[in-house]
């Protein structure tokens, strides 16, 4: 019975042990990935990595991916609100906006799945430049709407999915 309740307690601390340094783990990539950056935070990083099944248990290639498919989803959302405005807008000028808006996210989403798999290959550069198409997502729209003397619906709401976009890049640096 004694060695029973030693055994548990040493699968306990064990259990304990890994989850502490899991957890340990994220916060080691968040921190040397945002070291270096003026624009993504710490926090910031364990604020949107944290909740994703998984990000603890990973390594930086295996962050990078779920940072990168996190882009992906929250680009998707964005798409989804442009394309709600484009069918309840009659207007020429803010149509044509919302539209160059949208290729440009579209371009963004394309590249980050490249990206996806130039990392898992080890092309390292290459899903660099590619991620960076998906960062500059935000200015394309910004410009299409400015460009018409139109307020941009969607420049707050681009402001985390773009940031999640910076990290992936930071985090992607880290295996470079
Ligand atoms: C990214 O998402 C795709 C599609 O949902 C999935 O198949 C893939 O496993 C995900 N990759 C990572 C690294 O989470
Ligand atoms: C379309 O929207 C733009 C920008 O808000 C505005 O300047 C223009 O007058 C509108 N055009 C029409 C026909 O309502």
């Known amino acids: 019975m004694k060695s029973f309740s030693i055994f548990v307690t040493l699968l306990l601390l064990l259990l304990l042990l890994i989850i502490a340094g899991a957890t340990a783990n994220l916060q080691e990539l968040c921190k040397q990935a945002t070291a270096s950056s003026t624009i993504v935070t710490y926090d910031f990083c364990i604020k949107s990595l944290q909740p994703i099944h998984g990000s603890n248990e990973v390594d930086a290639k295996g962050l990078a991916g779920i940072t990168i498919n996190l882009s992906i989803y929250n680009l998707v959302g964005i798409i989804n609100m442009l394309s709600d405005l484009q069918s309840k807008t009659t207007n020429q000028t803010v149509l044509d906006a919302l539209n160059a808006c949208s290729d440009g996210i579209n371009n963004g989403n394309t590249q980050l799945k490249m990206a996806q798999t130039l990392v898992s290959n080890g092309r390292i550069q290459d899903a660099l430049t590619s991620v960076k198409v998906a960062e500059g997502s935000s200015d394309v729209c910004d410009n299409a709407f400015n460009q018409r003397g139109v307020q941009s619906p969607v420049h707050d709401a ?10 992936a890049d930071l985090i992607i640096q880290l295996l470079a």
């Open 158 to 167: 681009m402001h985390d999915p773009v940031l999640v976009c910076d990290l």
